[in-house]
């Protein structure tokens, strides 16, 4: 069986996970699982449902590597989890090429070319840090604003009514921990 992986970090990307979806059920996938979470995050339910229903013999199908893993290391890590279902990674975008791991041409090709897309997120990131050093010299980078601090009165108020910290919460849009630091701050 063929099983479909597909994978955005937020949900704004809803067009890049119906294409994902198009071009995995093209490729002959029975079952299809899709999730937006970061690839970032340790926790991705559906990746682990997808790896879970994994049987001998089966293809687990994703479109790109960065849609798995984000390092070469957790790329080649999901490359052995699969391996040791029995089963096979076919990774379709590559360039007009498809990759499978039944392949070693296409495992060192898989492997050279997670290494590349770790190396070039990692200047991306020194880049970005570069800018944002720079912004914050001039001036013009404060960062996201303190959302419990600017809310500060406004919690205060509704805890003096006796409404607890989650409904404050969920009434003034902020996460709990910000409630908590709003009213530690008094």
Known sequence: M?????????????????????D????????????????????RPQLQA?????????????TKPDRMARSTADLL??????????AALVILTMGGQTLDTNNPTSKLMLTMLAAVAEFERELMLERQRE?????????????????????????????AQGVGPSEIARRLGMGRASVYRALESA
């Open 2 to 22: 063929r099983i479909g992986y597909a994978r955005t970090s937020t949900i704004e990307q809803d067009a890049g996970l119906e294409a994902q979806v198009r």
């Open 24 to 43: 995995l059920e093209a490729s002959g996938c029975g079952r299809i699982y899709r999730e937006k979470v970061s690839g970032t995050k340790i926790d």
């Open 50 to 62: 997808a790896l879970d229903h994994l049987r001998d013999g089966d293809t687990l199908v994703i």
């Open 77 to 86: 890590a999901f490359v052995e989890k699969v391996k040791a279902k029995g």
């Open 131 to 159: 800018g944002i050093a720079k912004a914050q010299a001039e001036g013009r980078y404060k960062g996201r604003p303190r959302s419990a601090m600017t809310k500060a009165d406004e919690v205060h108020a509704l805890k």
